[in-house]
């Protein structure tokens, strides 16, 4: 059964860089053909797709961020991370690791990771 | 960029109670749209993917129709495990997209 789960600091200074890592376990990330993705969610509103990486490194970024993000792939440590720069306040969000399976197209986020409160306070 | 607008924000409704639930997409989305729900303190669950196939184990009283920019999520009884947030999700060369979420509140 594959599982995600995130883990990185739970609090991050303004002007900052944000860094995440998704462990993948169950499975191997580089063989289900699927795209891995970074979701978040401020407290109290709603979900904001950050990015996605394909399994083999291709990146796609919201282009609300893009000049912020970076998306990278580590296969030998079945983990993909997420890296934000020049954090403020508004960063401040649950931010959710999720897979999009070729089953659907990778058009979708069928299996996500439980989530990690990051907090952008100084 | 494509928006998606969801409509209502906020819904109050009992148990027992057809809901239904509106998605607008700023431009055709073909039928790349699915529909998920989340519970407070929680990840969102997939209910519907291609705008109207079901998820395997998700309750039949859930069914999602439309195409191209318009979409609706319809629970046919409103069930005490319902009352959560839903959203809705388009996928557009290599962007996802979510809706702003509405709100399925106990009247």
């Known amino acids: 059964q594959l599982q995600l789960q995130e883990s990185g600091p739970g609090l991050v200074k303004p002007s900052e860089t944000l860094s995440l890592t998704c462990t993948v376990s169950g499975g191997s990330i580089s063989s289900s053909s699927s795209y891995w993705g970074w979701i978040r969610q401020p407290p109290g509103k709603g979900l904001e797709w950050i990015g996605s990486i394909y399994y083999s490194g291709s990146t796609y970024y919201n282009p609300s961020l893009k000049s912020r993000v970076t998306i990278s792939v580590d296969t030998s440590k079945n983990q993909f991370s997420l890296k934000l720069s020049s954090v403020t306040a508004a960063d401040t969000a649950v931010y959710y690791c999720?897979?999009?399976?070729?089953?659907?197209?990778?058009?979708?986020?069928?299996?996500w990771g439980q989530g990690t409160l990051v907090t952008v306070s100084s | 960029d494509i928006q998606m607008t969801q409509s209502p924000s906020t819904l109050s409704a009992s148990v027992g109670d057809r809901v239904t639930i509106t998605c607008r997409a700023s431009q055709s989305i073909s039928s790349w749209l699915a529909w998920y729900q989340q519970k407070p303190g929680k990840a969102p669950k997939l209910l519907i993917y291609k705008a109207s196939s079901l998820e395997s184990g998700v309750p039949s009283r859930f069914s999602g129709s439309g195409s191209g920019t318009e979409f609706t999520l319809t629970i046919s009884s409103l069930q005490p495990d319902d009352f959560a947030t839903y959203y809705c999700?388009?996928?557009?060369?290599?962007?996802?997209?979510f809706g702003q979420g509405t709100k399925v509140e106990i009247k």
């Open positions: 999700q388009q996928y557009n060369s290599y962007t996802w997209t």
């Open positions: 999720a897979r999009s399976s070729p089953l659907y197209s990778g058009t979708l986020f069928d299996l």
